[in-house]
Structures are given as C-alpha cells and as structure tokens.
C-alpha cells in the first residue's frame, strides 16, 4: 500500500509521487510487476574522472568505463524483494541510476531515476500535534494501491481526503541512519595508496598481451640477438608503462584529497588509468589543478626516463627500455593535454570557460563540442598523418595491414573521446538536477501499526489519516518492519481482515533507515548501498519521518532529467 511519510505539512509532491502505483499502473521506464520492486537510480559515477595514457605505446586517450555506468536488473527474494542496480564496472554505480555514463535508468534516460520533483521546504509538526489547516497527501485517484473503488470499511484501501485530518505519526525512536558503505570493486586489488583502492581491471591482461606482441617484434629488430628473450623484456616495457600510468593517475588522487574531494578508486583498464573523484571541485581553479598535475607528472617521468637514458647504451636492454618509457610518457601527457572532454585537456578547458562564465556548465557544453570534433580529426587524421609518414614512419602509398590496424586505432580512440565528450554533457545535466531530489520532499506519510493489526484495519488507519505507508512498531513505538506495498496487493480484498500486517512486512536493516537530510547523490548513494522497495526515513535524532518507496525516487528522477536544463 502506498503511504506518505512523517509528521507535517503535507507536500504537493507526494500526492504525484503516488500516482498509479497499483499494479496496472503505467510504469515510468522499466514496467515492474506487482511483487517486483522498481531499479533504484543508480548515483551517477564519479566526475570529473581524470583518465590517462593509451593503453599500448601509441597515441591514446584514456578510457573511462565508469563515466558510462551501467543499469542493473531488478531482483525479487521471496517475500523479501530486492531492487538495485548494479554498478558499472561489475564490481558493482555507475546506480541506481546510471552513472556517469552514464548509466541508464531502469528503462529511462541515462542516469534517470524518478517520479515527482521537490516541492519546496517541508514543515513538520512536533509529535502529537494537530493542525486543522494540515491536509493529508493522497493518490490523485484517492485509493491505495491495488484496491480501486473499495472503502477501508470493506477492506479495501481506499484514501479519499479529510482536510480536518490530523497527520498520523510516531513517538517512536530507532537508531540513527547510518552512510552507506562502499561495495563497488573493479578487478584485482594491487594495494591502497594514500587509501585509495587500485584495481587491475580484466581489460589490462588484453593490452598488457597486445602491447607485449607489439613492442616485442620492435625489440627483436633492435636486438635480434635477445630471440624469444625479447618478448620477456617487453612484458617488463607494458608493466612499467602502467606503473607510469598509475603515478599519473596517483596525482589526480593526491590532489582531489588535497582539496578534501573524495576518490572511490583507481583503476588501471584497456586504454589507461582512472581516478573517481566523487565530488566535483568547487572552483574552476581547483578544476584546473586538478585536471593539470596528471600530465604533469607524466611530463617529469619522461623527462626522468631521459636523463636516465644518458647514462646507459641506447642499443642495450635497459636503453631500449627507457626509450620506450621516455616517448610512452611523452605521448600519455601530449595527447591528456589536449582540450577536449573526456581528456584532462578537456577538463583545463572546461576550468577556463566556467571562470570566464561563472558557469560550471557552459564550460562543460564548450569542452564536450570540442572533444567531439577533437574525435573526427583523430578518426580521419591519424591514419591520413601514419601514411603520409608524418609520424616517424615510411610514407606508404598501398593500404595494407598496417594502414587497416591504424584505421582501426584511430576509431577506437575516435569512439571512446566522442563517447566520453557526450557523457560528460550528460553527466553535467544530470548534477545539475540531482539535488532537487530530496528524500524529505519525497518521503510518504506513514502510520504505525503493530503486527498483529488485521490488514484491513490497517488501511482504514491509514485513510483516517490520509497516510499511504505503514511502519510496523512493537509496544513502546520502535519501528520493526515496513509493510510492503507489493504485499498488500497481493492479499485479496475479502482476506484482509484476517491477515495480519507482520506477515506483509520487510524487516529493517541498518541501510534501510535513511536520513531525512540525505539529497541528491548522496541520496542515490544510500538506496543503492541497499537495494529495497521502501526505506524508513528518520530524523537525524532517530525520530521516525516517514517512508520513502524507491519507485517514487525513480519517477521523480525521470521528470526532473526531462526538464530543460
């Protein structure tokens, strides 16, 4: 059954947050059954995300997988359902919502989550207080879900409004809400520098293997005397070079945590390395600095590995392999430097324009543009500049199998910088809507009841009070469980005086009281760490608010993305 949450003044979002939540409701995005919870929208991944270096010696921009967060499915336990998506790098939020990619909604839009926006500050009354000016929030339609047409009387849900209503609460405590915990996971953990995790994603053993081939035919031409010895020494050359990759990421993470900006993870994967920020930073400048010391410090290793290279036979191993670190990082830093989203040189450009502007994002709009046609010069002008032996090579005037690999380097990097520069434009809408989820806008009323309470006197309670939620409590008040709306479907009309609300209710947990301060991100964050169907909200005393239903969170998240920015 639908409730709305807490003590209060009722709000206008609520009433369109109930809005066809039986089961032959339409559903926004995904279509849930009735005993299937909807996908909580995923926290989008973090941004910005610093990505750096090719995955193989050549020219490469980083990859981001996360900025594009994947949706997870919907579960259903039993009696018990489960709803959450998974996050994008299947370690897990990308999700809820999709994630900086971003991830999609359960059959929304990307990073797309739910029904009703907030509808302004809430007031709540003190426990036991009435007010004859508070008018209760229903369902447009004025029933509880799955009971059209019938009075609490006979058993049904039927909510229709009482201006003179008093709102139903609770006296009762239960522990403050706890943040969640972190669960994502990316691949083998290497260790936790400065602790942050660093994850060797799956991807890497691909690359490390092309980059081993590649490089050691090269070594084998420069030193054939090494034979099958050259291949060893090449799979030294990619561990090195991601070793380089991994201090330039470790730059953004020193500098994110410098500005007190949290990161989730570093991941080294297929085309580079990436740091999740989960916060964006609060100035352009810090942006810059932020985006800038990668490159940077790629730029002082090559430098390291040149000054080295003076001191050893440029035709010996140890010289062919500091050749090779001083171009790699040379090219990890030209090519980040570039100034185009997703690149670091993107995000330098976006710094600039937002200062000029005051406007986070038209610099991220003018970035994006820049990194889609950065894109379009590298799908059609690194081929034509390999070719033309612009780029160190012979000039070839026949297509052959290196002119194709070429082609399909350049498409390869063409596709992740144009996937990225637009995932930066969604992710940039997507904060900007974030915050006007509110989990105390969206919180339905709630009336407690204890567990031995026939369902049908249940709802007549409820319709007193105009309230679409029920909290199971024991003697003294203490929330148990929350009856499940998908629950009270099910039981039949003419069995609800008979059934008992305990046995339609979810236990608590410890994740599923969630702060009635929680918004946006942080909001998303929390349903996810703890995929359920409704969450108790509670005062950061413990004093319970009401209940929030995570296919609320969802339609408001879809309508809010559909507003122009």
Do not use: C
Request: glycine share 12%; charged share 20%.
């Amino acid at each position: 059954m639908d409730v709305s949450g807490g003590r209060g003044r009722p709000r206008p979002g609520n009433d369109e947050s109930a809005e066809q939540t039986g089961p032959d409701a339409p559903a926004t995005g995904d279509t849930h059954a009735a005993g299937e919870p909807p996908a909580t929208p995923a926290a989008p991944a973090p941004d910005p995300t610093h990505t750096a270096g090719p995955g193989t010696p050549a020219p490469g921009p980083a990859a981001e997988d996360d900025d594009t967060p994947a949706s997870g499915p919907t579960t259903e336990d039993g009696d018990t359902p489960a709803s959450g998506p998974t996050t994008e790098d299947g370690d897990t939020p990308a999700s809820g919502p999709a994630a900086e990619d971003p991830r999609g909604i359960a059959g929304g839009p990307a990073h797309d989550t739910t029904g009703t926006g907030p509808a302004g500050p809430d007031e709540r009354a003190e426990p036991h207080q009435e007010s004859p000016a508070d008018r209760p929030s229903t369902a447009p339609d004025g029933r509880a879900p799955g009971s059209p047409g019938r009075g609490a009387g006979d058993g049904g849900g039927q909510l229709p409004e009482h201006a003179d209503r008093p709102f139903a609460h609770s006296g009762g405590k239960g522990p403050a809400p706890q943040r969640p915990e972190e669960r994502r996971r990316g691949g083998l953990l290497m260790g936790r520098p400065f602790g942050v995790p660093v994850y060797v994603a799956p991807s890497w053993f691909l690359v490390a293997i092309l980059i081993t081939w590649v490089f050691g035919g090269q070594i084998d031409r420069v030193l054939p005397e090494l034979g099958a010895a050259s291949y060893l020494v090449s799979l030294f050359f990619a561990v090195a070079f991601y070793a380089s990759v991994l201090v330039h990421e470790l730059a953004h993470t020193v500098a994110a945590l410098r500005f007190k900006l949290p990161v989730r993870r570093i991941q080294l994967q297929f085309f580079g390395g990436v740091s999740e920020i989960e916060k964006e930073a609060e100035t352009p400048g810090r942006e810059f600095v932020l985006a800038f010391v990668g490159p940077l410090l790629s730029l002082v290793l090559s430098g390291l590995f040149y000054l080295a290279l003076q001191a050893v036979d440029p035709s010996s191993v140890p010289g062919v392999l500091l050749a090779g670190l001083m171009v790699s990082n040379l090219i990890v830093a030209v090519f980040n430097l570039l100034p185009g989203l997703p690149l670091d040189g993107g995000r330098m450009l976006r710094a600039v324009v937002w200062a000029i502007t005051g406007k986070p994002m038209t610099g991220t709009v003018a970035a994006a543009w820049v990194g889609r046609a950065l894109a379009v010069s590298v799908l059609i002008g690194l081929p034509l500049l390999t070719q033309s032996g612009a780029l160190g090579s012979d000039a070839v005037d026949n297509v052959g199998m290196d002119t194709v690999l070429d082609a399909l380097l350049a498409a390869i990097l063409a596709a992740i910088i144009w996937t990225g520069a637009g995932n930066s434009l969604r992710m940039a809408r997507l904060r900007e809507h974030l915050p006007e989820l509110r989990a105390r806008t969206l919180t339905r009323r709630a009336v407690p009841v204890e567990t031995d309470t026939p369902l049908s006197e249940a709802l007549r309670r409820a319709n007193a009070a105009g309230a679409r939620a029920l909290v199971v409590v024991d003697t003294d008040g203490v929330p148990l469980s929350l009856v499940r709306e998908a629950a009270i479907v099910g039981v039949p009309e003419h069995r609800r005086p008979w059934v008992p609300v305990g046995g339609l209710a979810q236990d608590l947990t410890d994740g599923m009281r969630v702060s009635a301060e929680l918004a946006g991100e942080d909001l998303l964050d929390a349903l996810r760490a703890t995929p359920a169907t409704e969450y108790l909200v509670v005062e950061d005393t413990g004093e319970i608010y009401g209940v929030l239903s995570a296919a609320d969170v969802e339609r408001a998240f879809v309508k809010a993305m559909a507003r122009p920015s």
